[in-house]
């Protein structure tokens, strides 16, 4: 099956799947015209690679998940390892964008809103000094 083909049953845009290819992660075999094509494993893989993509893993987590899934010695505390990692990581993310929640919050109730210059939301913006401090533009 040609890169257009793959793209249709795997729903991954052809120039995903030729970077999937230059980084390694697939490696579909080529016709004697030099032309891409994906049989039924890389069809597999890279539905493996949407569906853990979509997950939010890395690149580098998505090589070390495929290697695990293309080993049947693996253990499953090696594949949990791997996802403990990145819902930590979305857990640390979910904390940061909390917070970032809770300080524009705070701007967005201190702002009046109304037909005056005065604003916290820009006076934070420009390092917390109050729209008179500022120079002239």
């Known amino acids: 099956m040609n890169i257009a083909g793959a793209a249709a049953r795997t729903g991954l845009p052809p120039k995903t ?75 640390r993310k979910l904390a940061e964008l909390e917070s970032m929640r809770q300080a524009l919050g705070r701007l967005v109730e201190r702002c009046q809103g109304d037909e005056r210059p005065e604003c916290p939301i820009i006076d934070d913006l420009a390092g917390g000094s109050p729209a008179a401090e500022r120079p002239a533009a």
Request: charged share 35%; proline share 3%.
């Open 17 to 91: 799947i030729r970077y999937y290819e230059d980084i390694g992660l697939v490696r579909p075999d080529r016709s004697a015209n030099g032309y891409r094509d994906f049989g039924g494993p890389d069809l597999h893989k890279l539905a493996f690679l949407a569906r853990a993509r979509s997950l939010g893993f890395t690149i580098e987590d998505c090589r070390a998940l495929l290697a695990l899934y293309e080993d049947r010695q693996r253990t499953s505390a090696d594949v949990k390892r791997v996802a403990e990692e990145h819902l930590a990581r979305i857990d």
